[in-house]
Each structure stands twice: as structure tokens, then as C-alpha cells.
């Protein structure tokens, strides 16, 4: 477990994330439909709280769905990329730092890919479980530890980064943390490079016993030779079309959680 000084270093500073063009345009497509979930769950809400907002995305695209929305981030550097039209929608603090001088509570609060980073996670959801309003829903993403991906690369799993990821969750480890007074709905979804990396670990995994039965002078014979795992028309178009068969039986690669907060 890292030390609570290891993590302030790690967050408080430069740490960030890399965001391309691709990954913008997927995130602001799930937003809109975690947005409308949860506005199906809880029409009344009007206000929304974004922990860990990043880049101010999602805080963007709910203040462009009509809600109140705010967020916090404490690393300073992506702060200082927050979108300038939204910046002064995100706070540079982290979430105890926000309830000190915070007495708001909130229709919606959004944690995505924040959950795996905490030392204490059930003590994280019940702060804020008191930011939420009665029939307000919290929404989760995260890293599904029950996923395919998961399953199939082993200790080569792609969210498996310590000291940053700390837990990792699945659907029933998940429902072991949530207070009782809540209903859940729980979905999952997949990249089509998630199914690339899958059908290539399978892959290496058979080459790998393969090899270790050569000879050394076999094992020489092959080095230098070309990878076949360079498949672009099965990435590009194959690929996305097979996808949505991860998410079958809650195994897609990323695990999302509305919560609801029932009196």
C-alpha cells in the first residue's frame, strides 16, 4: 500500500494523462449517455459534482445538458488544461479539501476512474454519499476486474499501474462497499482495441508455449523476424463490430455503477 506522502506527491503536482482527439470524442459520447441515464434515474436533479474532473470534460458536457454542474481536480497541471470556458466550473482542491468549506449537496456526483485510486474507498463513498441528495445518483466508472481483458492478459493487465491503481473492481466486490440504503444498476463497456489486445495476448500466450519447447538454435533462428499481430483491416473494421460481445454477462472492460440514494 503506498503512503498517504507518496500519494500527495503523485496527485498534488504534475501527474496527468494523455487525451488525443479519439479519446476526447469517446469520452464525451459515454458522457452524454451517462448524462441521460441519470437524468432517467432522477429527473428532478439539477446540480451535479465531478470528482477527479481532469481535463473538465464531463463538467463541460453536463453544463451543455443544462445542469449546475462543478468539479474538483487536485493535480495542478491538468487544472492548468482545464477547457479556459469551464475553469472556473473545476477547483483546484481534492474532495476534503472541498467539503471544508463546501455545504452543498448535489442531485448527481460523477467519480470516473477515481474509485481505484483510493487507499480507503468504502470511507471515500460514504463522504460522499453525504454530498448526495435523497434519490440523488452517484455514477462510477472504473476498470472491471471481472473483464475479459482482465481475465485473459493476467499480470500483464492494462490497468493493473501501482502505485496509482491501487483497487481494482468488479461488479460483486463493488456491491461490497456500497451502503445499504442505495439501489445500483450496474453496466459495462468495451473499446475495440480492448478485443485487439485480448485476441493478441490469447495469441502470444500460444506462441510463448510454442517457444519455450525450441531449441536455442531454433530460438536464434527467429529473432529479427517480423511480428504478425500487425492486422490493420481487422483493427479498423473488424474489430468495433465484435466489440459489444465483451460486454456480455458484465465483462466488458470498464465497470459503471449508478447508485441511487434512497431515504
Same mark, same amino acid.
Given at each position: 500500500m503506498p503512503s498517504d506522502s507518496l500519494l500527495k506527491k503523485l496527485y498534488s503536482g504534475d501527474y496527468e494523462f494523455r487525451v488525443d482527439s479519439?479519446?476526447?470524442?469517446?469520452? /464525451?459520447?459515454?458522457?452524454?449517455?451517462?448524462i441521460a441515464r441519470m437524468k432517467q434515474l432522477h429527473p428532478a436533479g439539477t446540480t451535479l459534482f465531478d470528482v477527479g474532473a481532469g481535463y473538465g470534460t464531463f463538467v463541460e458536457v453536463a453544463t451543455l445538458n /443544462?445542469?449546475?454542474? !462543478?468539479?474538483i481536480e487536485p493535480s495542478g497541471s491538468l487544472h492548468e488544461a482545464v477547457n479556459?470556458?469551464? /475553469?472556473?466550473?473545476v477547483l483546484h482542491t481534492d474532495l476534503y479539501g472541498f467539503i471544508r468549506s463546501n455545504k452543498k449537496k448535489f442531485d448527481f456526483i460523477s467519480l470516473i476512474h477515481v474509485i481505484e485510486h483510493q487507499k480507503d474507498p468504502r470511507k471515500f463513498l460514504e463522504v460522499l454519499f453525504k454530498l448526495l441528495k435523497p434519490e440523488g445518483v452517484l455514477y462510477i466508472e472504473t476498470p472491471n476486474s471481472y473483464s475479459h481483458l482482465a481475465i485473459v492478459e493476467k499480470e500483464n493487465y492494462t490497468f493493473l499501474t501501482p502505485p496509482d491503481? !491501487?483497487?481494482l473492481f468488479s461488479k460483486n466486490s463493488m456491491a461490497h462497499i456500497l451502503p445499504l440504503y442505495t439501489e445500483s444498476v450496474y453496466k459495462t463497456y468495451s473499446y475495440p482495441e480492448h478485443l485487439?489486445? !485480448?485476441l493478441r495476448a490469447i495469441k502470444n500466450a500460444r506462441y510463448y508455449k510454442q517457444d519455450i519447447r525450441k531449441s536455442d538454435t531454433e530460438k536464434k533462428l527467429n529473432r529479427g523476424v517480423p511480428s504478425k499481430n500487425n492486422l490493420p483491416f481487422f483493427d479498423k473494421h473488424i474489430a468495433p463490430l465484435l466489440t459489444p460481445l465483451l460486454n456480455l454477462g458484465s465483462r466488458g472492460s470498464f465497470l459503471q455503477v449508478y447508485i441511487q440514494k434512497k431515504n
Open positions: 479519439t479519446s476526447l470524442r469517446r469520452f /464525451k459520447e459515454v458522457a452524454q449517455k451517462v /443544462k445542469l449546475d454542474a !462543478i468539479g479556459p470556458k469551464f /475553469k472556473n466550473r491503481h !491501487i483497487h485487439v489486445g !485480448i
